[in-house]
């Protein structure tokens, strides 16, 4: 794949309408944005292709709104709406808004409820749940959350049985906060292999109707230095 692919997708995707994109789509361009944010902020020489932290700080925070309306709408999936509440959480890592994240954080600890034994039941055992705790665990410091965590992504059995993409967000939440030795060595290799794998099916079929899932995709392998050449 070119390396200008990705600045050629990055230059569309700057003129996509938030009100227009489904709740999905935002999530997908909340992650893309945050991947540019990340090259940018390690390589300030990049604002001249990318724009300055300033302008993507607003692209994100108007993403993040709009995204917001969606955190307590029960006609959406729960496994779905907890994916939307993790990804506030990881904006708010970027941009400070303390009303933004008490909302998210609410939220989460409602669908985080407490059995009549006093135990912590969770949502399924999905790459959104485990997001959802390793952020309560990043702002709150309770261990259970993180703990919890740790025994859904390291449950690879379910890797082929999920979309592949939604573990990469998973595991690169966890890897941010774990010291957990073994578990950096394990995925080190087959992170790169999983997201390598869904670059070529880009490749071949191709970014049509699949623009913002592209853009998340391949900011993260751009992020990584890992672009390929055609």
């Known amino acids: ?69 969606t955190m307590k709408d029960t006609s959406i999936e729960l496994d779905e709406r907890i994916g939307y509440v993790a990804d506030l959480m990881d904006a708010y890592q970027t941009y400070s808004d303390m009303d933004l994240l008490n909302e998210a954080l609410d939220v989460a600890y409602r669908i985080l409820t407490v059995d009549e034994k006093g135990e912590i039941v969770i949502a399924g055992r999905t790459p959104n749940v485990c997001r959802l705790l390793c952020n309560c665990y990043y702002f709150t410091g309770e261990e259970w959350c993180l703990e919890m965590a740790k025994g859904i992504v390291g449950d690879y059995d379910n890797l082929e049985k999920k979309q592949a993409w939604q573990w990469l967000r998973a595991v690169s939440c966890f890897k941010n906060l774990s010291e957990d030795m073994i578990f950096w060595a394990r995925w080190k290799q087959e992170e790169k292999e999983v997201l390598g794998n869904i670059i070529v099916s880009i490749e071949n079929i191709g970014i049509v109707g699949k623009e913002t899932f592209c853009f998340e995709l391949l900011g993260m392998w751009e992020l990584k230095g890992k672009g390929f050449e055609l």
Do not use: W
């Not at 692919?5 to 944005?33: E, K, N, P, Q």
């Open 1 to 69: 794949m070119k390396n200008d692919f990705f600045h050629d997708l990055y230059m569309t995707i700057r003129d996509v309408r938030v009100r227009d994109c489904s709740a999905m789509s935002l999530s997908h361009l909340l992650h893309g944005y945050l991947s540019v944010y990340a090259m940018v902020r390690v390589s300030p020489t990049l604002e001249r292709e990318y724009g300055t932290l300033q302008e993507i700080h607003g692209r994100l925070r108007e993403i993040a709104k709009e995204l917001s309306k």
